[in-house]
Each structure stands twice: as C-alpha cells, then as structure tokens.
C-alpha cells in the first residue's frame, strides 16, 4: 500500500463525522425507499437535503439518494430479464437514471447516530418547499430519533462528512473501523483487511474472503467443487456517497458447460460493516437428486496466529494456530447466527441471514490447517477459515434467492455479549415512521430454521468433510451404449455398493442390452480387504452375447461390402490385482478363464441389410453354395482361450483422465497355452507408448485477448486457461504363436475372433469397429486438445494404422495406411462420470461413437 493511502487514512480518521450522535446501541444504516415518503416525491434529487438537531440547531446532516432504474441484464448468454440497478457515479460504467426525480423506486440512505430530537415548530425551514419527517426507534431499548427531508429551491451545502471512501483505482476501501483491498479483476473475494484503531492501521489478518460450491448430482454419481476461479465477476458500476459506497458486480458461474448462472450481486460498504447481497441458486438443479452446499468462508493469514475463534455455539473458543486441535473436532458444527474470530488486532464479527421461505442451514465452518492447500490463496493451507456451510441449496430450485452476508470489524477484543446490538441490527431492526406508514431500517433476516435433520445427517467437523466422497455408497444407476459402427443402442441398470457390508468392498452388477441383441450380464466385486502386498484385487464374471457381429475377412485388403455376421457367445471369470513402485511404476495382473461359442450370425433387430453369415463365404468347402469371399476360418468351433496377462507401465503423466503433460509407456504380455487350459495356443506382445505436450506458445495466441469470458460460449475455443496441448499415441503388437495345418495351409494357433483388430473408438476411428484383423497391428493417433469446460475437453484428432501378417517382415510396412479424423469430446466429472463421444470420418464411414472410456 503506498505511503499516500495511509496519510489519507489517518488525516480523514482524525477528523470523523462532527455531527450530533444519538442514543442508539450501534450506528446502525436506515435505508428508506421513496415511494414511503409521498410528500417529497418527485422533487428534483439535487434539492433534496436531510435534517436533524444537533446542539439545539436544525442542521444539514450526512446522507444520499441512491437513484434505481429498470435495465435489460442477460440471466444467460442468449436471453436477458430486467432488473432494478443503481444509478452509478464511479467506476468504469457510470450509469445515469433517465429520470432525475425522486421517485418511487429511489432510496435514502442515512445513518441512525447522526439524528437528533424532535424539531420544534419554529425550527422548521421557512425556505423549504416540502419536508417529510422521519421518526426512528429502537426495539430493544425504545430509544427514537429524528430526521426531515425537505426540498428546497436554493438548498443549503451538504454535510462534509463521510463515513466511507475508495481510492481512485475501487480496489481499496476504507471505513471507520476497516480498510479492505480486492485482487485485480475481483471486486468480491478481498485479500486484504486491516482494523483502524485508534494506534492506526493494523495487520493484514486475511489471506482471502472465498466461496465454493460442493456438488453431489445422482446421489453421488458425481461430485465436484467449483471454487471463486469458477466465477466470472464483471463490475456493473459503483455509486459513492457519504453514507455508503455501493459496488453492483454481475457474476457469471457456468454450472456446466454452455449452462450460465448469471445474477447481479452487491457489496455496501459502511461506516464499521460491509454486507454482500448475494443471488444464489443452486448450480446444477435436478430436483430431489442433487445435494449442494454453498460455503463463504474468511481465509485468515498468518498474522492472525494466536487470535480466538467462536460462535454463537461455541462462545469459550478454540486458538487460531493452523494445527487441527482436539477441542477443535469437539465444537458444535451445526446451524449457527454468528462467527467470530478476536485478538489483540481487534474482533471480527460475521452473520448470514437466509430466505426465510426455504428450510435451509447455515451450518459453521471451521478449519484450521495451515499444512492443507486451499486455492486460490496467498500464504499455502488454511489458517483458522471460518464461516458458514449452506446445506441443500438445492431447495432454493431454479430462480436465484438473496443471501446477506455481513462483516463487522471492531478495533477492540471480543466481550461476552458484544454481538447482541449487531445481531439484534438485522434480526429486530430498527423501525422508521413517516406518514402514518411503519417501516423496518432493514430487511429482517430471518429466524433459523428447526433442525429436524436426522442424528446422521448432522455435520461433521469441517476438517473430517470429504466432499468428493460418496454421501450415499448404494445406488442403482442407468448405463446407455450408443454404437452405431457395431454393438447398436441400448442401455440397462447397474447396481452399485461403494461399501459392501462396511467392508469398503466395492460391488458393481450390471446389465446392459442393445437394439442389435448385443447382451452383457456383469458381477464385478472388487477393491477388497485384508490382501496386504496385493492392491486393488477383484473378481469379475461376465456372460456376453452379440448375434451380429462383423467380419470381414483377415488383413487390409478385406473389401467392406464383403461383410458376414457370426454370433459369440462368451462366459469369462478373472481375478486381477495391482501393484505399484515408486509412484509411477507398476504391473497389473489378471488370470482368467474365457469360453466361447460360436453360431450363425443373425440379422440385427434394426432392421437394414441382411448380412450373410459367416460360414456362407468363409466357411468348409462343403458348406459354400455360391461365391467364397475368403479362406476357411480356423476357431469357429470357439472353445477355451484361458489366460494370463501381465501388464508393465511407466506414468508420468499429469491427470489419467485427459492428460495434457508427460509421458506413459506400458508393455503387455499376454499369455494363452495348453498348458493353462486353453484350446489355443500364443502369446500375444503390446508396446504402447503416449507422449504429451503443453507448449508456451500454444497457450498464448492472439485471438485468446480478442473475447469477453462474460459470453462463456465465444471462449470455448479462445481465451485463458484452455490448457491446449497436443497427444500423440503409437502402438505396436505382435502375436508370437506356433504353426498349425489347417485345411492346407500353415496358420498361427490363433482363432480368428482373437485376431488383432483396428477399426473403432479405440485405435481407428472413423472405421467400423473391428473394420480389419490379422495376426500383427501397428496405428498412431494424434490428437489436439483443449479444455472446453472444467470438467469437459474437445480434441482434434487423425488417426492411422495398418494391420500385419508379421511386423517384422519389410513388405508389411509397405502396405497402405487407413486414415481416419474427426473430434472428440470427452466428459469427465468426479468421482463416477465418464463419457467420450467420437465423431469420425474416413473414405469409409461417416459416424459416431459413445463409450465410456478416458483419453489415451
């Protein structure tokens, strides 16, 4: 802070308001809107002044009209609403009411400790065309106090006094117990806050006022946060007075992608408080089936080492020290008025009135670990946050509801009781006659809500919340597959226990059936117990069927219109377990024992195209009536393929969901033998290896300054954050099998179903699934990625690969790659979601493909 800021501070301290104080517990605003003062309604703004007696005189006294008008405001990035705004006089939008009178929808705003006693008759100015009295009182004590509002054709000169100022840049706020200072760009979430006392300023005891949002969509099919990075603040201009300086910022929250949440907040700043008027919703809203929470919460620095926390339920306290104490997990965390934190730097108070028609809690919030990262910050961890936790913002539904957030600041140590007169500010406001109407000085929050939540629904301590966990370990969930290259439409239920029997064993059943009779019946049971060297083991059975699936024939040259269908049915049990070294080695293993059987191939349920079946052009010599597409295929009889596979990796990547850094290798050995109880008889070698890079210069083009993120469509493709990078993945495989004599030629012991495929959402797409097969397959895949929301990423992708008789023979090289591309978008919400969508061209196929699978 520069050096003039504080001469400004402590010159303006020294002088303060000269006028009368009354008799009211604290200073608390009046604000009074226009339309209950007829008598001075429509009068010009600048003829307006407000009087009391001070010292037996009838004196001007510090006050504004705050001017409001109708304006278009978007509620999302196509349709707009309108909305009562401030005229604004600050700032880089001033805004100006079309109307200059004092009309209904103006407000007076003025603060109790400058009113007086009643006037006497002769007091009254003779000059004044009109005056409006207003009479004040205090619930608790029935203390009054009086005003007049009057219009005057020459009116007197305004008080000089002023309760709150700005600095020339509306980072810096200083009133008379508080100075406040906002980050560029942000003018809601403050980073700095140092109490004025009568020695001056003191330290800065915040690292950062911060808002997030904790979602649970499908009973915990999805969870996920969306912290102050996740709003878009715009200021919509400010109005300084004497009284209070009023910012109108427009917050812009994209819940999911291309779905605004766009409301129009404010924050007052005051003498000794700032309030923030805060339009809330919840952020994504699916009736009974999401949980939301909404936490606002001061982040305090280091400089408040040592100072005190409590509240309304805990009043003896717990240290500010950034260590998790016992007496810490002990406090009451339920629904709570007030928090507080004290010290010899002075006390802060904070209050949340809530919308009195909806059951929500306002919950405390209380952590204290400085050793636990918590950005966006300053100084790392969080040193005695506090605040409030607001359950089940979902019942708020899909129009926003007003949250009132307030902070008091007091240069002096907390006394018990201190919080009553400002409580009692907002819960019994004070009352404001003017003819013959009652009126309330402010909106009343409302009184807390019953809690009937049950004992295990209480909240737990903030420091033992895992928000990205489970609340609900049972559920039954849909699946869909959309596969038009192959398996068809379709989808079923699942069954999942995240804690089977209290084990923390997860249980997965699961059945899916498409409109091409594709059927897949699945027992998966894993992530179990008490195996000690062993991770993650599990045991899995499936029963797949698919009565239509292609074939085309082995090696690249299989023309497409040469097309029969087999049907498989396949019975598979393994066991696989995990186990890692160093953080980013590993090796999984899986033992399984597979059976397949195999028939006709029938036509789809669809409709479209009879197919051929297998065995009319690729069957026996015997069985072929008409023209032969291809040679005798060998395992049509289906059988045992048991076997073991090991799998060898190296990660260094950033995310395994969608990485944008680093680098993975893994080799796979696949083993299927007699000797294990198959029919067959090879060993099938798989090198994989994935690079990936987030250059500077791709993150930093021109166009990314040319859009306002206040339209979040426009910046899907430009803009900060887009954490563009490109992928690249090649894969080799090679089959490793003895010769056998079948009908004449000399083969590899290998059924033709287990032949290396390339077509489809996994290796090529833009191809039909499993579009070409032979013993040996070699493909690239590229990939431009950008993130397009928080949780979704669009790429660009080319993609190519040939399948080989054998890769090491030079003239595998030499024939003709297939060449595919198209877009990707990809879905990727914690802990459960995921989802990617291929849309793929090539000289071949134009279409489609969902599935639920991670970037390679």
């Not at 020695?199 to 969306?226: E, I, M, W």
């Not at 907390?414 to 109407?437: A, H, W």
């Amino acid at each position: 802070m520069q050096k003039w800021w504080w001469l400004l501070v402590a010159t303006w301290l020294a002088a303060g308001p000269a006028g009368a104080q009354g008799t009211f517990s604290v200073n608390s605003p009046i604000v009074v809107e226009a339309q209950n003062l007829p008598a001075v309604l429509t009068q010009p703004v600048e003829a307006l002044r407000l009087l009391a007696v001070t010292e037996g005189r009838l004196g001007v006294i510090p006050f504004q009209i705050d001017e409001r008008m109708e304006v278009s405001v978007y509620q999302s990035w196509t349709r707009r609403r309108e909305h009562l705004a401030y005229a604004t006089n600050a700032g880089k939008r001033v805004r100006t009411d079309y109307d200059p009178a004092f009309d209904y929808n103006d407000q007076l705003a003025f603060m109790s400790r400058d009113l007086g006693p009643p006037a006497a008759p002769g007091q009254m100015p003779a000059e004044a065309r009109v005056c409006a009295e207003l009479r004040v009182q205090e619930p608790e004590t029935g203390n009054q106090g009086f005003a007049y509002l009057c219009a005057f054709d020459r009116p007197p000169a305004n008080a000089p006094e002023s309760y709150v100022r700005a600095d020339d840049s509306f980072r810096f706020y200083t009133g008379k117990s508080y100075l406040l200072g906002f980050p560029e760009g942000n003018p809601v979430n403050f980073d700095q806050l140092q109490i004025l006392g009568p020695g001056g300023p003191g330290p800065d005891l915040v690292d950062r006022f911060k808002t997030r949002l904790d979602v649970a969509v499908a009973r915990g099919l999805s969870a996920y946060s969306l912290s102050e990075e996740d709003f878009h603040y715009y200021g919509r201009g400010i109005k300084v007075g004497p009284i209070r300086i009023i910012v109108e910022t427009e917050s812009v929250l994209e819940s999911w992608f291309n779905a605004q949440i766009r409301v129009i907040n404010t924050i007052t700043f005051y003498s000794d408080h700032v309030e923030y008027l805060l339009n809330t919703r919840p952020p994504i809203y699916l009736g009974p089936v999401n949980l939301s929470t909404y936490t606002l919460a001061l982040d305090l620095s280091s400089e408040a080492d040592r100072m005190t926390f409590l509240s309304e339920k805990n009043p003896k306290g717990v240290p500010v020290d950034g260590t998790l104490e016992p007496q810490e997990l002990g406090m009451n965390y339920g629904p709570t008025e007030w928090v507080a934190v004290t010290g010899k730097a002075g006390t802060i108070f904070s209050y949340l009135a809530l919308p009195g028609d909806l059951p929500l809690h306002k919950d405390l919030y209380f952590n204290d670990q400085s050793n636990k990262p918590d950005p966006p910050e300053e100084e790392s961890g969080m040193m005695g946050k506090f605040g409030f936790a607001v359950r089940h913002l979902e019942k708020i539904g899909h129009k926003p509801k007003p949250l009132r957030l307030v902070f008091w600041f007091r240069p002096e140590p907390y006394q018990p009781g201190m919080e009553k007169p400002y409580m009692d500010s907002f819960r019994r406001p004070l009352t404001v006659f003017t003819d013959n109407r009652e009126l309330l000085a402010e909106l009343p929050g409302a009184p807390p809500a019953p809690d009937q939540r049950k004992e295990k629904d209480q909240p737990v301590p903030t420091a033992e919340e895992k928000p990205e966990e489970q609340k609900v370990t049972r559920a039954v969930l849909p699946n869909f597959w959309l596969d038009p290259y192959n398996i068809g439409y379709g989808g079923g239920p699942s069954y999942v226990d995240a804690d089977l029997l209290g084990t923390g064993t997860m249980l997965n059943l699961m059945f899916i059936r498409t409109d091409r009779n594709f059927q897949w019946y699945l027992f998966d049971i894993s992530k179990i117990p008490g195996t000690g060297y062993l991770e993650d083991l599990r045991f899995f059975l499936e029963l797949q069927e698919f009565p239509s699936e292609s074939f085309f024939g082995q090696g690249n040259a299989a023309p497409k219109d040469h097309r029969s269908l087999y049907w498989w049915v396949k019975y598979e049990g393994s066991v696989t377990f995990r186990k890692h070294f160093l953080d980013h080695y590993g090796v999984d293993t899986e033992l399984s024992c597979r059976f397949m059987t195999l028939k006709p191939g029938q036509q789809a349920r669809s409709g479209g195209i009879i197919y051929d079946r297998l065995e009319d052009h690729f069957g026996l010599s015997e069985e072929i009536m008409e023209e032969r597409w291809g040679p005798p295929t060998y395992g049509r009889e289906g059988g045992y393929d048991n076997r073991i596979q090991l799998e060898f990796y190296r990660d260094f990547r950033d995310d395994y969901q969608v990485p944008h850094r680093g680098n993975y290798q893994k080799f796979t050995v696949e083993f299927v033998h007699p000797m294990i109880g198959a029919n067959y008889n090879f060993t099938r070698l798989v090198l994989d290896l994935r690079g990936y890079l987030e250059p500077r210069w791709l993150n930093n083009l021109p166009m990314d300054h040319w859009f306002s993120d206040r339209r979040t469509f426009l910046t899907k493709f430009f803009g900060p954050n887009k954490r563009r990078s490109l992928a690249g993945r090649v894969v080799f495989t090679h089959l490793i099998s003895p010769e056998i004599d079948f009908r004449g030629r000399q083969i590899l012991d290998v059924p033709f179903y287990d032949l290396t495929p390339l077509g489809g959402g996994s290796n090529l797409r833009g191809f039909f699934g499993d579009r070409f097969r032979d013993y040996d397959a070699a493909w690239i895949n590229l990939e431009y990625r950008w993130a397009y929301w928080k949780f979704v990423d669009w790429a660009l992708f080319v993609d190519t690969g040939v399948v080989m008789h054998d890769i090491f023979e030079l003239r595998s090289w030499q024939q003709s790659w297939h060449w595919g591309y198209g877009f990707v978008i990809r879905i990727h919400v914690p802990p459960a979601v995921m989802a990617t969508f291929d849309i793929g061209y090539s000289i071949e196929e134009q279409n489609y493909l969902h599935q639920p699978n991670w970037a390679f």
